[in-house]
Structures are given as structure tokens and as C-alpha cells.
């Protein structure tokens, strides 16, 4: 699974959801995956796209780091960071439509021999 490759990265994170789910007032939200880090002491939200990178995942992803911030995070706990990774990265879009508490990356399915 996903998730079992994330923990891999070290002791320091925690899954705390796969298809988290936050409820605020009548809107129910899931992130893909939502990590702590204790070595950072901050949530990691990270959205999964199986496409090209688009303009509205910035702005998803963005949100769900100012959702996070303000229903879950602790006053103690560092601002969130978000990490979409998509099939395909768009510099353009990365160049507007991102800032330092969101990080982009692309992957590549490899071929079984």
C-alpha cells in the first residue's frame, strides 16, 4: 500500500488517516492521506492525482493545509505542510500556484520485468 511506503521514510511519521475525513458545519472533506511528522511536528497532508497536475489541485490541497490548521492542528504544532504528487508536473502552474508550505512532486510507474 501507499501508505506502508510513506512510514517507510523513518519512525518519525504517523498515518493518522488514509481518506481522512474532517466535518465542518454541514461540509464533509477527505484528504487523501494525512501524516504527522514528529521530528517536524506537523501534520503532512498529501493528495494523490493519477493525471496531470491542474491549477484547482494547488487550490484543493491549500485548502485542506488551512483545514487542517484550524480543526486539528495543535496551537503547539508547526503549520502544516501539504505534498501533492501527480503524474505529471506543470512548472508554469508550480510557479504561481504554489508557495513553501506546498511541495510538488511527479511519479513514474515502472515496468515490471
Partial sequence: MLED??????MRFTLAGHEYKITVENHTFRVDLLFFNVKLNAYIVIEIKIREMKIKDCD?????TLLVDS????????KTIGLLIVKEKDNFVLKYATNK????????FLEKS
Fill in 5 to 10: 511506503r510513506f512510514l517507510e521514510l523513518g
Fill in 60 to 64: 484543493q490541497l491549500s485548502f485542506y
Fill in 71 to 78: 480543526k486539528i492542528k495543535e496551537p503547539t504544532n508547526n
Fill in 101 to 108: 508550505e506546498l511541495l510538488v512532486s511527479a511519479y513514474k
